[in-house]
């Protein structure tokens, strides 16, 4: 009986070992694309079973500044990218909860020969968690290929440009033809509610996923981006020729680099047959796509302890609660100023709105409400799809005036809407309670006679607010608060601040040449591929 006993024992352990099937894991985190992936090429390289796995993870997911239409916007994504694995015989592995557990149960289980994944370490958390990872690898001994993108000094003096220009220059990495099949189970895919995550109500909101990104960058580089980044534009033409691809850089549908090489492709073109405003709009767009990368880039160099990601307010701004009806008043788009609240209002519904409107909502709660930073800008966070934490709390740290090397930005709401919406389309569109009133009183409805007012049905302070705040008196109050004496030392993310990124400021003409002349055919093609 012993014997059979340690034979049974025995015959387990083999069964066992036979059963660790040694996996090459590909950890999917904001990269969620199998074209230009350096990850996934490795984890092919490795051979045998791969597994292409993403973890939902809920202490991301329950943070104050995340919300529904984020997840959903990232399901969509995921959901895309599992079709072009299993077009090519495999699918994605999907698990939640806290990274290093799901890898240790996976260990555990089946044994992971090694590990691929490209790091992010833009945030203290996500620094962190590359951190756990890395130790935890070294500590089983597996084998760790981490993809770390440009790695070069960003300071005054660095050329950083250059560096990423370089990066931007090689060619993209081929999708693989064919994967294995996926050896272990997947988990079912989660829905919202499982991390808390409430109903926002975002009807216009944009749809995820590579296939819909191409689709956006095939329009943008076809006509649709002719008038983009001009100056003097106002809201509707602004939204008219936005690129609209920042929430699929933000989840890595595609890579900056398909990006950048399909507008350069297209710039060539268009310099070639003499079309010198679309030229020049392309221009304007690759140098914007430098600046967000150098943000993301100067986010992981600075230090933050602040579970919000902003710097310590050293104003002594109030931090409003839920109920507070300043807050509640800004949230929902009735503060009484129509350019702010239809920016609010567009912001709601659609999840996307230009950075410049955006900033204008931040710097009215914190500056003439004189909000605490904090509960703001996580909810103007929770609104806007393409949250990106490292860079969206960069900027913001900017407009509320916690940043040393840049003033606080503190517009004029009025004067910004008379500037950037003179015929009150934007206005009208998202506030139909005013929409019948004449241009000349739509953008400060309080300075209209009460005839204009009641000749079509409008009673301030019940069909529309009235002012929460006397805005000039509101603005200078704030300037004098936020003086220099009052920000004595420096704050973290002041590295980025509005000045020049060290991007060459040549012309359109002498740039195109230089790039015609450097830059090899196929380094410059690029054949708008989704997913397939």
Known sequence: MPQLIEIYRLSQSLFYICS??????????????????????????AGGQIVPLFIFEPNYWQRADTSERQFEFAVESLADLDRALRQRGSQLCLRSGVVTEVLSR????????????????????????????????LKVGIPLREHTGIQHSI???????????????KPRIAAPAALPPLSIPSEGWPIASDFGLESDGCPDRQTGGRTNAILQ????????????????????ACEATASRLSAHLTMGSVSEREVWQAAMKAQAALVTDGDETFATALHRFTEKLAKRSRRVQ?????????TSLLPVDIHNREEASLADPRLSAWTNGKTGFPLLDASMRCLQATGHL??????????????????????P??????????????MYYGSASQVIGLSKAAPPYIPNPVRQSLSRDPDGAFIRKWIPEIAELPDQYLHAPWEAPKSALSAHGIILGQSYPMPLVDHVAAAREAKRRLSPDGASRPLPFHSIARKPLGIRRSTIGRNMTAKRSGHSPIQLSFDLQSQA
């Open 354 to 375: 230009e950075s410049s409107l955006r900033s204008m909502l931040l710097s009215f709660a914190t500056c003439h409400l004189w909000l605490g930073p904090v509960r």
């Open 106 to 137: 996976l260990h555990a289980q089946h044994g992971i020969a090694s590990l691929h994944f490209h790091s992010l370490g833009n945030t203290p958390a996500e620094a962190e968690q590359d951190r756990q990872v890395r130790t935890w690898a």
């Open 155 to 169: 300071s005054p003096h660095s050329d950083w440009d250059t560096a990423w220009r370089r990066h931007m220059r």
């Open 20 to 45: 660790m099937t040694e996996l090459n894991i590909i950890w999917f985190r904001r990269d969620l694309r199998v074209h230009d992936h350096a990850a996934l090429a490795s984890a092919c390289a």
């Open 217 to 236: 960058l095939r329009w943008f580089l076809s006509g649709g981006g002719r008038n983009a980044g001009k100056a003097n534009l106002s809201i509707t």
């Open 377 to 390: 800008a996580q909810v103007l966070a929770q609104l806007c799809t393409d949250f990106a934490p490292a």
């Open 298 to 306: 100067a986010s992981a160099r600075v230090s933050l302890t602040d």
